[in-house]
């Protein structure tokens, strides 16, 4: 019998399979992704299929957990449905298909022009990841409590609410699609893929530290480097400083200059500059926390605003698909 047969969901049809997608990281931990289209609303989704250990060592449960206990958020992947056969190892999520593909490949491009990504750009990307990792953590859509406010104010998140830990956050996880409302600049960033994703209750239960060696290591915290699996509050605030780097500076990876004084380089406003190197501090500790980074980019983009409205433009057409 056809493989992909057992995979077939009356709801859903197959388009065709990212042999090469606009970006994203087809990494070892999915059996493939399709363009399928639902037969119910006619609008077009990502199936992710799911591989057999994954399935059977509870990984793949674990990634459906994660994503269906955050789908209401706007700048976070939604699951729209999920189909696990632990008992002949095979099953799909799907998911929200981005349709500009993902922000690595839009790193590619400006790098093979040799062109600057324009800081508004960076900023908008900056922040729409920081309110996710804070409704990740805090379970508060940061931008619901602005009301007459004229920025950001940090948050407080609720003691029952069951705190998420993305992990892998790179470039590749970074998804851009348009945006719904007019009068947007740029394309809408949604975090996506969470394979590496862990529940705080799964962690205190001592039932998730299968993904601890499982991200990308040019974007493992100093503090999970131990081999404890040690994944603190602001781990994902490091990893999403170092993204903002890459931006800036036209790279797959990190390079030393993040170590550096200017992580995004000269041609940025100190106001970013600042803010990078505070996300990416060696120590955990002195790392913005998820509930106020957005509030802190809010303000920093604020005191940069006079400096870098002058770039604000839409992205040029060979910078997307």
Not at 3 to 24: I, Y
Not at 95 to 114: F, H, K, Q
Not at 155 to 173: A, E, F, L, Q, T
Request: hydrophobic share 35%.
């Amino acid at each position: 019998m056809d493989k992909s047969a057992k995979f077939q969901n009356r709801h859903f049809v197959v388009v065709r399979r990212f042999n090469k997608p606009a970006g994203g990281d087809m990494g070892n931990l999915n059996d493939g992704l399709f363009l399928v289209k639902c037969r119910d609303d006619g609008r077009y989704y990502i199936e992710k299929r799911l591989m057999p250990r994954d399935i059977m060592n509870g990984h793949a449960l674990y990634e459906y957990q994660a994503l269906k206990h955050v789908i209401k958020h706007p700048n976070i992947l939604s699951v729209v449905a999920c189909d696990l056969d632990k008992r002949r190892a095979y099953g799909s999520i799907w998911m929200e298909y981005c349709s500009l593909g993902a922000l690595d490949m839009v790193i590619a491009r400006y790098r093979e022009r040799r062109a600057y990504i324009p800081e508004p750009f960076i900023w908008s990307v900056f922040g729409a990841i920081s309110v996710a990792l804070c409704y990740l953590y805090t379970g508060v859509d940061v931008e619901l409590e602005v009301g007459n406010r004229q920025t950001i104010p940090p948050v407080r998140g609720s003691s029952s609410w069951d705190k998420v830990y993305h992990r892998d956050i790179k470039p590749g996880n970074i998804f851009l699609t348009e945006y719904s409302t007019s009068g947007e600049v740029y394309p809408k960033p949604i975090l996506g893929d969470f394979g590496c994703a862990a529940l705080q209750s799964d962690i205190n239960r001592g039932r998730r530290g299968i993904a601890a060696s499982r991200f990308s290591p040019a974007f493992e915290p100093p503090e999970n480097r131990s081999g404890t699996g040690a994944y603190k509050a602001t781990s994902d605030i490091y990893q999403l400083g170092l993204v903002i780097h890459c931006m800036a500076r036209n790279l797959v990876v990190p390079d030393q200059n993040a170590r550096g004084d200017r992580p995004v380089g000269g041609p940025y406003t100190s106001e970013l500059n600042y803010l990078v190197r505070k996300c990416i501090d060696y120590d955990y500790s002195r790392r913005p926390h998820p509930s106020e980074l957005p509030h802190l980019i809010d303000v920093a983009s604020q005191r940069a605003d006079s400096q870098i409205r002058r770039s604000l433009a839409p992205l040029p057409r060979w910078a997307l698909p």
